[in-house]
């Protein structure tokens, strides 16, 4: 089993900047996605960014390329979401995923999940 502890959401005005980080413990994961979610009230599960763990690739949806940036620390097993030029429409609960590939997928059906943590970014 993989757990996943996600940190760093808070509220924050447009235009600013945010960091969230997610700790993973339990196995190794060399041949793991780890993947961003986001779910805001009243709309579907969505994807925002995903990487591998083992070769650092990296895949954003539109809506973020360009302002987010997915990093991972192998060493520390953690991985983040750096988020600048924050929009309103940003606003949801953010989730931390990990999946038993290596082949980054959108679909929010990833094999572990964190708590969620609430970004909100006001206008």
């Known amino acids: 089993q993989v757990q996943l502890v996600e940190s760093g959401g808070g509220l924050v005005q447009a235009g600013g900047s945010l960091r969230l980080s997610c700790a993973a413990s339990?196995?190794?994961?060399?041949?793991?996605?780890m993947g961003w979610f986001r779910q805001a009230p009243g709309k579907e599960r969505e994807f925002v960014a995903g990487?591998?763990?083992?070769?650092?690739?990296?895949y954003y949806a539109d809506s973020v390329k360009g302002r987010f940036t997915i990093s991972r620390d192998n060493p520390k097993n953690t991985f983040y979401l750096q988020m600048n030029s924050l929009k309103p429409e940003d606003t949801a609960v953010y989730y931390c995923?990990?999946?038993?590939?290596?082949?980054?997928?959108?679909?929010?059906?990833?094999?572990?999940w964190g708590q969620g943590t609430q970004v909100t970014v006001s206008s």
């Open positions: 339990g196995r190794t994961f060399s041949s793991y996605t």
């Open positions: 995923a990990a999946d038993k590939t290596p082949i980054i997928a959108t679909r929010p059906d990833y094999d572990y």
């Open positions: 990487i591998s763990w083992r070769s650092g690739s990296t």
